[in-house]
């Protein structure tokens, strides 16, 4: 079995929001074709898109055209800022798309932290995206990305998104997305609800990607896309998106295929009520007005946007989606369990190191007895389960195990298993590779450490991020991830040249493992599986208690057994 449970780190002692908090700020976001359908050569490096929205300057680079800052939303401010997206008017004249448009505003990097990224730019008129398409491409299947970064950083323009290689060699037309980050993507306050003609707030920054996928829609045609082959794709808050959109009414249908990595499905907030252990969304944004000296909604608007985001942080400010009953009408673990998500295969995985890089998400490691004891004060009857599979033999490696499992190993595989009992095949996956200057500082298999190698961008990755060696084996894992990712993005089916073949999820629950090479591998963490989702299950039933975040020694009593969870 693949090593599961190495660890390293010893993190802070944090709670539910608070946990959440810290992993907003510190987790920064990680870090074009001469003649295709639309596209007529101006030179040897200009190319231009008409598309229906308008006509596209781009640059054609190694057989890919790149067209970058393309906006399809005006700028958010003003009485736009937390106010639904508005398109940008179809235009006539030859618009430059040579350029990244700005990232939206956001806290600064933590030089510290191996996210820490350089944006560039820093505008309220971010909502811009960015296309790579191969040269002569026709019907192509399109790939979105939705970056990652805790709904609180940064932007579809970051080198290791670069999309080119996927575009030149797997074929695929490659867009990345920005959209409203932080306060100003996921404020719910009264006063903005009773603006709204659907008496809602909240969920801007989804609403922004939703609008996105609309544009992508229309006008991917003109770089050589075919609009009824579309994939999302995300990593982190970009795959937590993908689930969001997969369980908004309001995406069906503008997209096909999903891929989440280390998405989490944890507890959304009620809009207007107290649900799930949650405060209301409302009364948090009420809350953090009045704490950052806001009197009203208009004052609010006329803070400058770096301001805001500051004093937001500051306080404690956590963005996440609400259910609003319009664009999230319940939870998404419930959502899945109606069968009322996007009928569309997954291919779904999470790292296995996922925790050595965002340790502050532990608690203080307590003595071997205090462990056990906090165990079965929290885990009850499933508590001898849970210690044989997160013995307390080897604290360390226990505790990273249960937060990563708890979160993003239990939502990787609940998808590929909701899909597949839809009847969509999907797939499920491991990442356990290291490298020397990863595993040398306690990082093996980090917090999308996957990314370069699914973009094929390894070179791309610069310090603090840990340096990727240059090496045949390297290479060779990036090409096989690449292809499999890009065939699941052309057909459903992953599959990659010359490596192993994955199976679909199904009975025995298998999965593929990316370690030195790919291996398929039946019941892949199939008994942690069953763990956290009988507990999910019975916290979910009684009602008042959140899951994900409060496991391992910060779990409440678990409820009682409950027919509905066996």
Known sequence: MPNLD?????????????AALVLSVLSASFLLVSSCAGVDAMSAERVVADTPAGPLLGKEEDGVAIYRGIPFALAPVGERRWAPPEAVPDWKAQR???????????????????YASELGAVSEDCLSLNVWA??????????????????????????????????????LVVV???????????????????????????????????????????????FGGNPDNVTIAGESAGALSVV??????????????????SAYMVTMAALKEEANGLPSAESVGSELAERIGGEDIDALRAMPAGKIVGLAGKAGFFPFAVIDDVYLADQMVATFDKGEQAPVP???????????SLR???????????????????????????????????????????????????????????QTSQGYPSFFYLFDHGYPAADRVGL????????????????????PWPEIPDTDQERDLSQAMMAYWAGFARDGRPVAEGAAEWPPYGDQATGMVFADLPQSWPLLARNRFALHEEVVCRRRSAGHIPWNWNVGVLSPPLPPKDSKCQ
């Not at 997954?346 to 050595?356: K, P, S």
């Open 244 to 261: 969001l959109l997969m369980t908004s009414p309001k995406a069906q249908g503008l997209f096909d295929k999903a891929i989440a990595q």
């Open 360 to 418: 502050f998400l532990l608690p203080p490691i307590p003595k071997q007895d205090d462990y056990e004891l906090a165990v079965r004060n929290g885990y009850g009857d499933l508590a001898d389960a849970f210690l044989d599979l997160y013995p307390s033999g080897s604290l360390e490696s226990s505790m990273l195990a249960t937060t990563r499992d708890a979160m993003y190993g239990w939502t990787a595989e609940r998808l590929a298993a909701s």
């Open 346 to 356: 997954v291919l779904a995985g999470f790292n296995e190191g996922e925790i050595r």
């Open 6 to 18: 190495r660890s390293l780190a010893v993190g802070q002692h944090v709670r539910h929001l608070g």
């Open 176 to 222: 990345t997305i920005n959209y409203r980050l932080g306060v100003l993507g996921y404020l719910a306050h009264p006063e903005l609800s009773a603006e709204s003609e659907q008496g809602i707030s909240g969920n801007y920054g989804l609403m922004d990607q939703i609008l996105a996928l609309k544009w992508v829609e229309r006008n991917i045609a003109a």
């Open 96 to 114: 430059e798309a040579l350029a990244f448009g700005p990232a939206c505003p956001q806290p600064e990097s933590r030089s510290q932290s191996i």
């Open 444 to 463: 093996h298999a980090f917090h999308a450490a996957e990314i370069p190698y699914v973009f094929g961008t390894v070179s791309e990755a610069v310090a």
């Open 134 to 171: 191969p040269e002569d491409a026709r019907d192509a299947p399109v790939f979105i990305w939705i970056h990652g970064g805790s709904l609180t950083t940064g932007a579809g323009s970051q080198p290791m998104y670069d999309g080119a290689r996927m575009a030149r060699e797997q074929g």
